[in-house]
Structures are given as C-alpha cells and as structure tokens.
C-alpha cells in the first residue's frame, strides 16, 4: 500500500498521546505504538473496526472505534476515519438500507417509516424498527468489515509482490550492465 501517501495525513504520535479529551477517556492506553503503524495488519484490523462501527446506528461511533481500534491494537485513525462513512448526508440510505436488510432477514415487511428528529418519533417508531434495524446493521457491518480486511489484505498482498517484482527486475538489469561493462 502506499505508505508514504497515508503517512502524509496520518497525525502525529505525541500529538494523539498528549490530546486532552483522549488522554482523559483512555490514558495510558494510548502509548501503544501499534496505534499508528501502517502495516499489513494494523492497517487491514483498522478498516474493519472503521467499518464495522460505521454501521453501529449509535451517536459517537468515534468514540466506539477508538475504543475498539485501542483493544484490537490497531491503526487508531484510519479506524476513526473510516466511521464517517456513515456521516449526515449517508446516515439516513444507509440505516434504511440495514433496516431493510434486517427485515429481510427477520421475514417482516418492511414498514413506510418517515424520519421525523423529534422525541416522539424516536419514543415511537423506533420502538418498532429496532430489531431489524440492528440486525441489519449488524450484518451489514460484520459484511463489510469482512470484505474491507480482505480487501485491504490483497491490495497490500498485491503491491509487495508488485514491489518484489520490480526490485528483482532492477537487480536483474544492474546485473546485466555489469557483465557488459566487464565484456569490453
């Protein structure tokens, strides 16, 4: 992967150790180094964390995958990244979607719901669209978290063997100068 290009957008080490609200909710915790290594596996847990908690229908799914990123060990800001995938303009088709998902599997019709932000919309409709929508969330999350890691493991699989390639390629022409010049 390319490493030089996220590094460039990566925040600093003592930049997130010292953050004030950080420090206070996870402390010490956020020493591990691991936290914002770019490799294979920090990278590819990161995405599904990211993922997966970007479909966590909750308020501060940010929170939630800095959490998760600190316990699983891995990139903390691309998992933190990730979670605005679902942002305000993709909360609503996306949580819609996971519901239909969720009724789906559930075997309920899926019901005209129209979001109203007001207490009794949330006291009342949500009351009923619960369980599919968590479900579906849940599966859709787990889905994409799933294809995210496997993704990003071959992506990455695939640019070292690319890398491999083109350094035996160069060692192999170096090589071949080398005998020329030795020939004359």
Known sequence: MPRKFIR?????????RNHVQLNRIFGTLLHDPNLLHLNRRSVSS?????????????PFQMLLAAAAAIIVRCNLAIAVALVWITNPVTMGPIFFFCYKVGTWFLGTPVRAVEFAPSWEWFSSELGVIWQPLLLGCFVVGTLTAALGYGLVRLLWRLHLLSHI????????????ENHKHKDR
């Open 8 to 16: 460039k957008y990566m925040p600093d080490h003592d930049k997130i």
């Open 165 to 176: 390639r083109n350094r035996q390629l160069q060692f192999a022409l170096r090589r071949r």
């Open 46 to 58: 990161a995405f599904a964390v990211g993922l997966f908690m970007a479909f966590v229908p909750v």
